[in-house]
Antibody, heavy 122, light 108 residues
Framework: EVQLVESGGVVVQPGGSLRLSCAAS????????MHWVRQGPGKGLEWVSL????????YYADSVKGRFTISRDNSKDSLYLQMNSLRTEDTALYYC???????????????WGRGTLVTVSS | EIVMTQSPATLSVSPGERATLSCRAS??????LAWYQQKPGLAPRLLIY???TRATGIPARFSGSGSGTEFTLTISGLQSEDFAVYYC??????????FGGGTKVEIK
């Protein structure tokens, strides 16, 4: 069974930093691109970042570019999101999501974790 | 950036009836379009990819159609567990990967 378990969400002040983690199991982690997607309170879904299966390529939404860094450790089946210079508008539930096998060339979100809540507030 | 627009924002449907949800892209996304279902308090679930292919375990009452800029998600014979918010997402031109604003299907 595919499982994605996020952690690291807390209340942080504007300008602060935070590192989210996602522990993956139930599939061959190294074969899949991975993403972070967020959802603000009462709002829709916003793609945040993508990392390729081997970690060599990363992509970001303009809203987080230069502030967030996605990374992965395939030896630990883990995904990370380093969040710096946090703003109140970054307040959201952050989901770790799995893409299809990287050979497919698609970027859909096949499985989702339950999310971890990041609140940016003074 | 490709903007995805969903309509209507809210759809009131009686159980057993058909629901038709629309998604429009600001430019062609070919068939690189997915649909997701999100129930309150839960993570989204992939329903459809490639505009019309059901994901693993998705019931046949869910069907997707369209290509280019106009897409439709049809739910035939709505069941109680189908009342939720539905999002479309394009993966043709990225970054960024973009979602529509969602359609809430509520009980009439």
């Amino acid at each position: 069974e595919v499982q994605l378990v996020e952690s690291g969400g807390v209340v942080v002040q504007p300008g602060g930093s935070l590192r989210l983690s996602c522990a993956a199991s139930g599939f061959s982690f190294v074969d899949h691109n991975m993403h972070w997607v967020r959802q603000g309170p009462g709002k829709g879904l916003e793609w945040v970042s993508l990392i390729s299966w081997n970690g060599h390529s990363t992509y970001y939404a303009d809203s987080v570019k230069g502030r967030f860094t996605i990374s992965r450790d395939n030896s630990k089946d883990s995904l990370y999101l380093q969040m710096n210079s946090l703003r109140t508008e970054d307040t959201a539930l952050y989901y770790c999501t799995k893409g299809p096998p990287h050979s497919s060339g698609w970027h859909t979100f096949d499985y989702w974790g339950r999310g971890t809540l990041v609140t940016v507030s003074s | 950036e490709i903007v995805m627009t969903q309509s209507p924002a809210t759809l009131s449907v009686s159980p057993g009836e058909r629901a038709t949800l629309s998604c429009r892209a600001s430019q062609s996304v070919n068939s690189n379009l997915a649909w997701y279902q999100q129930k309150p308090g839960l993570a989204p679930r992939l329903l459809i990819y490639g505009a019309s292919t059901r994901a693993t375990g998705i019931p046949a009452r869910f069907s997707g159609s369209g290509s280019g800029t106009e897409f439709t998600l049809t739910i035939s014979g709505l069941q109680s567990e189908d009342f939720a918010v539905y999002y479309c997402q394009q993966y043709n031109n990225w970054p960024p990967l973009t979602f529509g604003g969602g359609t809430k299907v509520e009980i009439k």
